[in-house]
């Protein structure tokens, strides 16, 4: 990078010519000669604002990556006795914009909440945004995560703090170097939120969503030999898990899978036969652990690809970086030992992840909630229409506090039912929280369809524009449904929650 100078406004005046352009942004000064040819609005346009300061030009126009992404190359001075007003975000940094953050970030109390982690969320922040360039790439091509950032992942331990808290923790390098013992529901719920601000949903779901749900059977069913082989493979992205129990027949309705598992004569192995489909990161995962029906009943089986295991993507709203797929098995010969649980108790080893699985998408939804909100009081800060930032106009205003007030309300649930899940056994959580969960997971996913369509009329056209200023909203307007569908619709999640209510509902109550 050329040694930076100091040059006066008159200075920079004088350079506004093809061949010897220079704008300024923020009281610095980039020569932009040899960049014009290369601008997505072309030459022309740029050589039009060449000698002037172009900072609310580029700022209604570009996302501040940009600037971080060309500065490097283009910067070549100062302004003479001026001080740069915008703060450049930092990886890690916790944003002071209005309710960008939860609320102990943004200086409130909280009885959840600690040192420890703010500085996991920095952590993890910080990891990000060294793969959100490839990560909004994989978003785009629709390609899968690589095996080396998946790798990577592993090895920073961002996998294993997406599982929760468990014995399989102690010992693993985790981010901010906090020990397994140590790691809580909060800390896990900071996991999902940070990935579901990447902004980049479908390859967020590539890298945690499969494994996410499909690592527990084996982590609480699995066998010592298969959890001492198969654990250490899939949290340090060695290998990738998912879960197939959905089928084109059959969705929420478990009872009625139709994929078999029959015993073969010798009784060592099951021949597995049928379909699953929208299974997320199907497309490349090495293992499954899979709903069948035995002679015995639902059954979960632990699966390892081979060729009689057929994968094909499925084209859903969201990037195939996720690996949405329909899975043919085709006379899968698979070991007895292979049984997560017992054969045909399948459906409680179904059931005994659901919480933790509607827990986690609500923490997921909730950050890419707030991602969205974040941005939008930057856009209606720096946009101007009709001579006025948006900002400046009521009906914006109206739109943000909407937004934020129904968002605040899901995550003081959130937190709550949080720190049930930290202070309850299962067997307390299994009564007291599915209703709860339940409804959180319907009232969360049915705030970010509200916070989706007023993002969209803030961002007007850029926020159905898939790349630039709008580009995280137009994201989250195709895909928040999945939050929505996944892990139970929101019809059956309401309706869950009501009769699991009724379930302790006093026989003698009356009005």
Not at 231 to 254: F, H
Not at 425 to 449: D, F, M, N, W
Request: hydrophobic residues 35%; neutral net charge.
């Amino acid at each position: 990078m050329p040694e930076l100078k100091s040059f006066t406004r008159e200075e920079v005046a004088k350079h506004n010519i093809e061949g010897d352009c220079w704008i300024i942004i923020d009281s610095e000064v980039y020569n932009v000669s040899t960049f014009a040819d290369m601008h997505p609005g072309g030459a022309k346009l740029l050589i039009e604002f060449g000698g002037q300061d172009v900072t609310d030009d580029f700022y209604g126009l570009h996302r501040q990556e940009v600037l971080i992404k060309y500065a490097p190359k283009l910067r070549i001075g100062t302004i003479s006795g001026e001080k740069t007003k915008v703060k450049i975000a930092q990886p890690g940094d916790i944003s002071a914009v209005p309710y960008a953050e939860p609320s102990y970030w943004m200086g409130f109390k909280s009885p959840y909440f600690n040192d420890s982690h703010t500085e996991f969320r920095k952590a993890l922040r910080n990891i990000y945004s060294g793969i959100r360039a490839e990560a909004l790439q994989c978003e785009e091509a629709g390609k899968n995560p690589s095996s080396e950032i998946y790798q990577f992942l592993g090895s920073e331990g961002v996998l294993a703090t997406q599982i929760g808290p468990g014995p399989w923790l102690k010992g693993l390098k985790l981010p901010s170097g906090i020990k397994g013992e140590d790691f809580d529901y909060f800390h896990e719920l900071i996991a999902h939120q940070e990935t579901g601000r990447l902004g980049a949903p479908g390859f967020a779901d590539g890298i945690s969503s499969g494994y996410s749900i499909g690592l527990p059977p084996v982590l609480n069913f699995g066998t010592a030999a298969m959890k001492a082989k198969v654990v250490p493979e899939v949290l340090s992205g060695k290998k990738r898990i998912c879960l197939a129990i959905t089928e084109p027949y059959t969705g929420s309705d478990v009872a009625s899978i139709r994929t078999t598992a029959v015993r073969t004569a010798d009784g060592k192995h099951f021949i597995v036969n049928g379909v699953k489909k929208w299974i997320t990161n199907g497309t490349f995962s090495d293992y499954f652990s899979v709903a069948v029906r035995t002679e015995k009943g639902i059954t979960m089986l632990f699966i390892e690809r081979d060729d009689n295991i057929e994968t094909k993507p499925i084209k859903t709203s969201y990037s195939a970086a996720a690996g949405t797929s329909y899975i043919t098995f085709e006379n899968v010969k698979v070991p007895v030992e292979n049984i997560l649980g017992k054969e045909g108790q399948g459906f409680q080893v179904i059931m005994y992840n659901f919480n933790h699985e509607r827990w986690y998408i609500c923490g997921s939804i909730t950050g890419g909630t707030r991602d969205v909100i974040e941005d939008c009081f930057k856009w209606a800060n720096q946009r101007k229409v009709f001579g006025k930032r948006l900002i400046d106009q009521p009906v914006i205003r109206n739109k943000l506090a909407s937004m934020v007030s129904q968002l605040e309300a899901v995550e003081n649930w959130l937190e709550n039912i949080t720190f049930q899940m930290c202070n309850m056994s299962y067997a307390e959580q299994s009564v007291k929280l599915a209703g709860p969960i339940a409804l959180l997971k319907y009232q969360c996913t049915r705030v970010a369809h509200n916070v989706s369509d007023d993002a969209c009329q803030i961002f007007g056209g850029r926020g159905i524009t898939r790349t630039g200023m709008g580009r995280s909203i137009e994201a989250f307007q195709r895909t928040y449904k999945f939050a929505a569908i996944l892990g139970g619709s929101e019809e059956i999640m309401a309706d869950l929650g009501v009769r699991q209510a009724m379930k302790q509902f006093p026989k003698g109550a009356r009005l």
